[in-house]
């Protein structure tokens, strides 16, 4: 999903082939599903901040993997600029986000990321999985006597929503927050840094964005496992807090609205559930396909660092640009049937739903671990649903946000 405003394809396009503005008649979806976009188009974002929209698939790998013309030093900007009172609200509660992982271009990004590397190395993600797949095993078989009595249950509340906070929280000691809190202080986040909103909202969101973040700071000058060693490493207070604050977000509210999104997708692939069952299907192509055509981060900024062109177009300095990774994924230049959930096709794990470059996730394998036992586990459940409502997604620039998703037998 881009900005509901962005979701029809500009029809116009000027000579550099970047459109010139966005105009009507187009179905909206995640993906522009089926539109013709040019390959760069000129958006224009709520608040009248001009940006690049970068829609194929080796435009956008060509950004994120440039660190040298492109930086990402804008990655957690807020899209809708924060009124006074809600700064004076962030900086009451000593709110800061310095340079850290996703936004930092400078010289201490390897070393911070190579410590969170470390605490999710794949042996100790795999190390994971049979916790996980009894947990989720029992939380099924709990969703299923109830779907035997006839009553709906809500996918998202019973599966997605906190396993992945579970499984994060055994790999990197976080603070002892209830995990309710935990979940609505990243949503507050996202929906702070990448929704469009009013000052109103930006308010409500500032308190309780602000409110967790102090926690963080606490944890952050006495916590262990990763916060230790980031202190130890020599990182400032404000550093270590800003990096716990993007793992808390990112590392796990990103895999629990995918596991939605995909749950929700694959009740409408019998084939693929049938495939699952009968094991024709293999789990991590189930996951690699979902990643590509229903992935939760559909898009991921980067700023311009020098006058540059980028598939023909100019962009100069300080150039927003707008990587829309939802639709690279579905570029026909990498796979052969780009709108349909075919495991296995080939060119599917080339989406770019995890970046790409010197900052792409390391939270790959966990996400994909996590994914996978998931779908293993519920694809005898999901065969015999039916959707009673499916989640709805507020609109983000850059996070989907499913909420309650309700099947029934
Ligand atoms: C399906 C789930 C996930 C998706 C789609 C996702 C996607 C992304 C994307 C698009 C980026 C930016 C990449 C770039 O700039 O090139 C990113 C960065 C990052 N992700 Fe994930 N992510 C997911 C899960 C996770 C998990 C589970 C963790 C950790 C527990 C995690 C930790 C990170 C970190 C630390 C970065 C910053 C890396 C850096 O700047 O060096 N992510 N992720």
């Known amino acids: 999903m881009l900005f509901r405003s962005w979701e029809r394809a500009p029809t116009t396009t000027d000579a550099t082939g970047a459109g010139s503005g966005v105009v009507a008649g187009a179905r909206p979806g995640a993906d522009g599903g ?13 608040v009248g901040v001009a940006h690049l929209l970068v829609t194929r698939h080796a435009l956008v790998r060509e950004v994120l ?12 900007d807020a899209v809708t600029p924060m009124p006074v009172a809600a700064l004076r609200t962030l900086a009451a509660h000593r709110f800061r986000l310095p340079p850290t992982l996703a936004n930092n271009s400078g010289v201490s990004h390897p070393e911070i990321r ?12 795999a190390a994971q999985r049979d916790w996980l797949a009894a947990l989720v095993r029992r939380r099924v078989a709990a969703l299923d006597a109830t779907l035997d009595t006839g009553v709906p249950v809500d996918l998202h509340a019973g599966l997605a929503a906190d396993l992945p906070l579970l499984v994060l929280a055994r790999l990197v000691e976080l603070p002892d927050a209830p995990v309710a809190a935990v979940k609505d202080f990243a949503r507050a986040a996202l929906e702070l840094f990448w929704a469009p909103l009013d000052a109103d909202r930006q308010q409500t969101l500032a308190t309780e964005v602000g409110r967790f973040h102090l926690v963080l700071r606490e944890f952050a000058a006495t916590g262990g496992g990763l916060a230790g060693r980031l202190r130890a490493a020599g990182h400032p207070p404000d550093v270590v807090v800003g990096a716990l604050f993007f793992l808390l977000v990112a590392g796990q509210e990103t895999t629990s609205q995918f596991l939605t999104l995909l749950l929700h997708r694959l009740t409408g692939e019998p084939a693929v559930l049938a495939g ?27 700023v311009a660092a020098v006058d ?21 994924g579905r570029d026909p230049a990498i796979v052969p049937a780009p709108d349909e959930f075919r495991p296995g096709q080939p060119g599917s794990r080339r989406h770019l739903a995890f970046g790409a470059g010197p900052h792409r996730c390391v939270g790959d394998q966990l996400a994909r671990m996590e994914a996978a036992t998931v779908v293993a586990e519920t694809a005898e459940l999901l065969a015999g649903v039916r959707v009673a409502r499916a989640p709805w997604c507020p609109d983000n620039l850059t996070f989907r946000m499913p909420d309650t998703f309700l099947v029934h037998r």
């Open 308 to 328: 540059t062109t980028l598939g023909g177009t100019a962009v100069p300095a300080g150039t927003s640009i707008v990587l829309w990774l939802a639709r690279a």
């Open 65 to 76: 993997t440039d660190p040298i013309r492109y930086r990402p030093d804008n990655a957690l």
């Open 114 to 125: 190579a410590l969170v590397a470390e605490a999710l190395h794949p042996t100790r993600v």
């Open 276 to 302: 699952l069952r009968d094991g024709s299907v293999a789990v991590a192509d189930v996951v690699e396909e979902g990643l590509r055509l229903e992935p939760p981060i559909v898009t991921w900024r980067r």
């Open 34 to 46: 089926g539109q013709r976009w040019p390959d760069v188009a000129r958006v224009t974002d709520h």
